[in-house]
């Protein structure tokens, strides 16, 4: 039975219809709401690609069932953060880094070390490492995100 | 849903000529998303002769390029924009890039092997050559100025002397040229670029980080519905039985699909499709077909050979080697890898009124045609190709086996089928990089000179080709019954000048698992074997491994490479292994050297490691690469490429190894196949050799083949143990520091 949900996403309140409550917030936000920021890259929480905010969490939206949801969570994704033409500053480092190579990751890339960076402002290069430890790369950009994030931090 | 769909700007078709005018730069995908008029209709010329089927001049002063070599995540799109701007005096924000789409794009031969610069960006700079000549010629015409009194800049040609110019725009009015790429045309004088050199800011990179950039996995067209396949539980597996009850109380499913032993649920939502997936209940025969994963290496030695190719053969390595003052003999092995691209295949396929369109994020869509074609016998004239670029993409993963999955579920629903691969799809049934064994003996005279070298190298029969679709095995569809596992005999053969040489690879009439290329194919398996058995000469003759090399290469520019990586790493001449080590923690450096396919790009690397000898953990903080790859486009995409080939190739070497029963591939998922994380990552240290004089050679695979026998030469340099056994687990290290 399909049911009716509505959801905070990106600051705007979002109708979506949801035929198994246990569905994913991955496929909520990718196949009815058209997002292309959280990406599918393994859907057991292993990667990273899935990550979206949650109330300011970076959590993994592909082991996330929609109806978990608290009534009133604020989910951002990547889109929420910022655009090409007025990206955040975050997203403005990662482009001033060229912090990519196919970019298939860099989605989680960006949404962990947000996450991060509203914690703990200035992380060392450990700390950085080490809160993306659960995130993977496959191209080998770890450096330049690494870069980019110190520069999002004002630590470069 | 806001897909990003379809758009016919851009493209528009007048009395059956076509005329290019993009008027939304910027906007990427619309580019790539003409509407599905597939094969019919298209005037605009894709033979590789043809400057048309290169490139069209928009009315609005924008050039479009066609491109059959895709980006891959490469950033080949901005290598590409650059080239052709700068042979067209144009900024580049006037280009615009159509890649790898059959109806639009000239078959420029799959993007593999290190070639879309170095054959691809030649081409198109060649054909932008033309066009500039022939706009210059039919201004000096309309202009009454001689062609060498004129100069063209910024999509304009005028006389130098001053005066009003002409637009490109206004000099060919329908935006085609009707003309012969000339491959004898005089491209640019490299004093004067503007553009080529530069490290130019990536075209893709602002929407990626801001995701609204559409990938293959984010593409959809109308009415399109979504399928997952259920693979066998072992792969030669024979459906038995299909109990479609297990899955009918799924909202949403539209099919079943089974033909033969190709079986797949499609459902109008994608979760769907997921929950059907796994829900639904299969008999399937029991099959036993591969070998033993702990004697893969027996099986490879008892292999049938069809063939032997001597790759190398001077003077008389037998006859020298029983001659030689000193002999020594080892084998070295290579385990079987994955891709592991972070997103798993997707593609999209479309059949209607006989026409097949499929969306696909394919190396190498004109070679995919052709395959889909085959397999459904259909005219490849009726099929049509369109790249949309997918997760990263380093060699021959499962995008086309996608692509046919979704070709067979479309004729089977009668609608658009979107097939997303889940993790362990990929995993599972991507094709794999071989395993790779091979034996080495060399001799050396009284003062430790190689005298004799000769290796048998035990790899798969076949080259490049068409890797066999997935979904035409298991539905028992035509398609190719040949390996397809890439050029890897390249680098088989040594760079050093050694007076007797005898380089063999016996190539084997099977492999255990589908084997394709995966980044650096052959190429890095070999040159890790060559470059570390020769480290092994070195110590023999208590030699420095930097000198060493030195002593045997004659080739100026390997010398260079070799020389300022040593400078690089500040590399201090003792033989190797060092003496006197204390602690827990030991700590040596390696170096190791390749000249690609020994005819093109020169690279250099040090590793340093650490090994810790109670846990056998290795790791690399830091490698030094040093590369001469010619005349660079681009110099930070190719930074990016040296980073990601180390990086990758540190996680191949240390961690990667794909591991199987008796019936199939067991390592499904991350967790069972790791790879290397944030925290064990290499620092990266590079140097460039820029050559805007010399042809330019590729950059995404060199750099690659340098690594294995870097790390193996600095782990035998920390501890006086020489591991031969990819990946160097602490186990495997362990065990050899244990045994020494
Ligand atoms: S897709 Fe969610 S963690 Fe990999
Ligand atoms: S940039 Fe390709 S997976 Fe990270």
Redesign the interface.
């Known amino acids: 039975m399909a049911q009716q949900m509505s959801l905070d996403v990106n600051g705007r309140a979002a109708q979506v219809s949801v035929d198994d409550p246990d569905t994913p917030l991955l496929y909520v936000l990718r196949d009815d709401l058209g997002l292309h920021g959280p990406r599918f890259g393994c859907g057991l929480g292993q990667c990273g690609a899935c990550t979206v905010h949650i109330d300011g969490q970076a959590v993994r939206s592909c082991i996330t069932p929609v109806s978990s949801l608290k009534a009133g969570a604020k989910v951002v994704t990547l889109e929420g953060l910022g655009s090409p033409e007025q990206p955040h500053p975050i997203q403005a480092a990662f482009i001033a880094e060229q912090a990519a190579q196919c970019g298939y990751c860099i989605n989680g890339m960006i949404m962990q070390s947000a996450a991060l960076l509203n914690e703990t402002p200035k992380p060392d290069e450990a700390a950085i490492r080490q809160a993306l430890a659960q995130n993977l790369c496959r191209c080998g950009t770890h450096l330049r995100i690494v870069r980019a994030v110190q520069r999002a931090a004002g630590t470069l | 849903?806001?897909?990003p769909l379809l758009s016919r700007r851009g493209l528009l078709l007048q009395g059956g000529a076509l005329v290019v005018g993009f008027s939304l730069p910027?906007r990427r995908a619309e580019a790539q998303t003409f509407a599905p008029v597939a094969t019919t209709g298209f005037s605009k010329p894709v033979a590789p002769d043809q400057v048309d089927s290169f490139l069209a001049l928009g009315a609005d002063g924008r050039v479009t390029i066609f491109s059959g070599k895709v980006d891959?995540?490469?950033?080949v799109e901005t290598a590409m924009a650059q080239i052709a701007a700068e042979e067209l005096d144009l900024p580049l924000d006037r280009v615009t890039i159509v890649q790898g789409d059959t109806a639009l794009t000239p078959d420029q031969g799959p993007t593999y092997g290190s070639l879309s610069i170095q054959k691809g960006g030649v081409e198109i700079r060649q054909a932008a050559a033309t066009a500039r000549a022939r706009l210059v010629q039919i201004a000096s015409e309309r202009l009454g100025v001689p062609a060498d009194a004129l100069v063209s800049e910024n999509g304009t040609v005028r006389p130098k002397a001053g005066g009003q110019g002409l637009s490109y725009a206004d000099l060919v009015k329908d935006g085609r040229l009707d003309l012969k790429v000339d491959p004898a045309v005089k491209t640019k004088d490299p004093a004067r670029f503007a553009l080529v050199g530069k490290p130019v800011?990536?075209i893709?990179?602002?929407?990626?980080?801001?995701?609204?950039?559409?990938?293959m996995?984010?593409y959809?067209v109308p009415g399109m519905v979504?399928a997952r396949v259920v693979r066998p539980p072992a792969i030669g597996a024979d459906l038995q039985s299909v109990d479609e009850a297990s899955v009918a109380n799924i909202?949403?499913l539209i099919k079943v699909v089974r033909q033969g032993n190709f079986l797949a649920v499609v459902a109008q939502?994608?979760?769907?499709a997921?929950?059907a997936a796994g829900q639904l209940k299969a008999t399937w025969s029991k099959w036993e077909g591969l070998p033993e994963q702990d004697k893969l290496w027996q099986h490879v030695r008892a292999t049938k050979v069809t063939k032997d190719d001597v790759t190398s053969s001077t003077g008389d390595a037998e006859a020298a080697l029983g001659q030689a003052a000193r002999r020594l003999e080892a084998s070295y092995d290579f385990a079987i890898h994955t891709?592991?691209?972070?997103?798993?295949s997707c593609a999209i396929a479309e059949l209607k009124d006989g026409l097949l369109t499929c969306w696909t994020a394919s190396q190498m869509t004109h070679a995919l045609r052709k395959q889909l074609a085959a397999m459904i016998g259909l005219a490849p004239e009726a099929v049509r190709c369109i790249y949309v670029?997918?997760?990263?993409?380093?060699g021959r993963n499962g995008h086309e086996d996608a692509a046919g999955d979704a070709v067979l579920l479309a004729r089977a629903v009668g609608r658009p089928v979107r097939v997303?691969w889940?993790?362990a799809d990929e995993h599972g049934w991507d094709p794999k990089g071989p395993p790779t064994l091979i034996d080495l003996k060399a001799g050396l005279d009284q003062q430790g000179n190689v005298t004799a070298w000769s290796s048998q190298f035990h790899i798969p029969e076949g080259a490049a080709g068409n890797v066999p679709l997935v979904a035409a095995s298991l539905a028992d569809l035509p398609h190719e019954t040949t390996m397809a596992p890439g050029n890897i005999i390249g680098n088989s053969a040594l760079p050093y000048a050694f007076p007797n040489v005898r380089t063999v690879c016996h190539r084997l009439a099977s492999t255990p698992l589908r084997p394709s290329w995966i980044r650096t194919p052959g190429r890095m398996q070999n040159t890790y074997a060559n470059e570390a058995f020769l480290d092994e000469c070195a110590a023999a003759a208590g030699a420095d491994p930097l000198d060493y090399r030195l002593r045997a290469l004659k080739d100026p520019r390997g010398i260079e490479v070799l020389k300022r990586v040593a400078e690089l790493a500040k590399w201090q001449a003792r033989p190797s292994p060092v003496k006197d080590v204390a602690g827990d923690v030991l700590r040596g450096r390696g170096i190791s050297y390749v000249k690609y396919e020994l005819n093109r790009t020169y690279v250099a690397g040090v590793a340093e490691v650490e090994v810790n000898r109670h846990t056998g953990q290795v790791r690399v903080p830091r490698f030094f690469v040093v590369q001469d790859c010619g005349q660079i486009i681009n110099p930070?995409g190719v930074r990016?490429?040296l980073?990601?080939?180390?990086?990758?190739t540190v996680?191949r070497v240390l961690m990667e190894e794909v591991t199987f029963d008796r019936g199939a591939v067991t390592s499904l998922?991350?967790?069972s196949y790791p790879?290397l994380?944030?925290?064990d990552?290499p620092?990266?240290v590079i140097d460039l050799i820029d050559r805007p004089t010399e042809k330019p050679w590729g950059a995404g695979e060199p750099s690659a083949a340098i690594v294995p026998a870097a790390v193996s030469n600095a782990v035998f340099d920390a501890t006086g143990v020489r591991v031969r056994s990819v990946p160097f687990t602490p186990a495997k290290v362990r065990a050899a520091l244990q045994g020494a």
């Not at chain 2, 939502?269 to 769907?272: I, L, N, P, R």
């Not at chain 2, 980073?643 to 990758?648: A, E, F, M």
């Open positions: 849903m806001n897909a910027g891959l995540g490469t950033g800011a990536r893709d990179i602002p929407e990626k980080m801001t995701g609204r950039f559409t990938y996995q984010d959809r979504h909202p949403g939502k994608e979760w769907a997921i929950k891709h592991g691209s972070i997103g798993p670029e997918g997760s990263g993409c380093y997303q889940s993790r930070d990016n490429q980073d990601g080939n180390v990086i990758q996680s998922d991350w967790s790879i994380t944030f925290p990552v620092e990266v």
